[in-house]
C-alpha cells in the first residue's frame, strides 16, 4: 500500500536557522502531497499542499516542492522562529483517506 | 467558519464500558472522517462518509468499532468493550473536497 516516510525528530534549531525536514513517499496513481502541523495541544492543521508535479506549495514562509521523479515532498524554511515549534507531518492522498507520516517534531530555541 | 468540533475533549473510561464520541464537521462539508492517533505515530485512517454513506470500513480496527452518520451531518464513533489498548487520541476531519481535510482538536481516551 501506499506509504510516507519522513525524517525522524526530534529536530532542534535555533532561531533563524535554517529548516529541510525530508519526505518521501511510494504511492500507485497519482498522489497529492500535504504538509500538516500540530502545534502543542492543539489538532492538526493543513501548513500547505500541492495537487501536480512541479507544484510549490507555501505557507507562513514554509514552502515545499512536489518532485514527481524522486517521489519526494521536503518541507523548508529560511528562517525558523520560536513559534515554530511543532510536530510536522508529511502525508499522501491517492483515495480519499490520508496516508500519514510518523511526525517530525521541532524545536526551536531563542 | 467554525471548524471542526469534537466532544468530549478527553475521555477516561473503565475497561469493558462503551465510550462514544462525537465529531461536528464544518457545516458545508459533505465528507467526514475519523482517524486514530497514537503516542508518537501520524494518524491511522479508520472509516469515512460522504453525506450519510459510509464509504469505507474496513479499516476499522476491530468489530467493537463503529460509526455512524444518521442525518449527513454530526457523526458518531463508538467503541463497544474497551481495552487498554484503545488509548488513543481519535481525530475527526471534514472535506468538501476529497483530499484537503481539515480535522478537529481530537478526544483523548485513557482507558484504566
Known amino acids: 500500500g501506499d506509504s510516507v516516510t519522513q525524517m525522524e525528530g526530534p529536530v532542534t534549531l535555533s532561531e533563524e536557522a535554517f529548516l529541510t525536514i525530508n519526505c518521501t513517499y511510494t504511492?500507485?496513481?497519482?498522489?497529492?502531497p500535504f504538509w500538516y502541523v500540530q502545534y502543542p495541544g492543539e489538532g492538526l492543521q493543513l501548513l500547505l499542499k500541492a495537487t501536480k508535479a512541479d507544484d510549490k506549495g507555501s505557507n507562513k514562509g514554509f514552502e515545499a516542492t512536489y518532485r514527481k521523479e524522486t517521489t519526494s515532498f521536503h518541507l523548508e524554511k529560511g528562517s525558523v522562529q520560536v513559534s515554530d515549534s511543532a510536530v510536522y507531518f508529511c502525508a499522501l492522498a491517492t483515495n480519499t483517506p490520508l496516508v500519514f507520516g510518523k511526525g517530525t517534531r521541532l524545536s526551536v530555541i531563542a | 467558519d467554525t471548524g471542526v468540533s469534537q466532544n468530549p475533549r478527553h475521555k477516561i473510561t473503565k475497561r469493558g464500558q462503551n465510550v462514544t464520541f462525537r465529531c461536528d464537521p464544518i457545516?458545508?462539508?459533505?465528507?467526514l472522517y475519523w482517524y486514530r492517533q497514537t503516542l508518537g505515530q501520524g494518524p491511522e485512517f479508520l472509516t469515512y462518509f460522504q453525506n450519510e454513506a459510509q464509504l469505507e470500513k474496513s479499516r476499522l480496527l476491530s468489530d467493537r468499532f463503529s460509526a455512524e452518520r444518521p442525518k449527513g451531518s454530526f457523526s458518531t464513533l463508538e467503541i463497544q468493550r474497551t481495552e487498554q489498548g484503545d488509548s488513543a487520541m481519535y481525530l475527526c476531519a471534514s472535506s468538501l473536497q476529497p483530499y484537503e481535510q481539515y480535522f478537529g482538536p481530537g478526544t483523548r481516551l485513557t482507558v484504566t
Open positions: 504511492a500507485t496513481g497519482y498522489p497529492s
Open positions: 457545516s458545508e462539508h459533505n465528507r
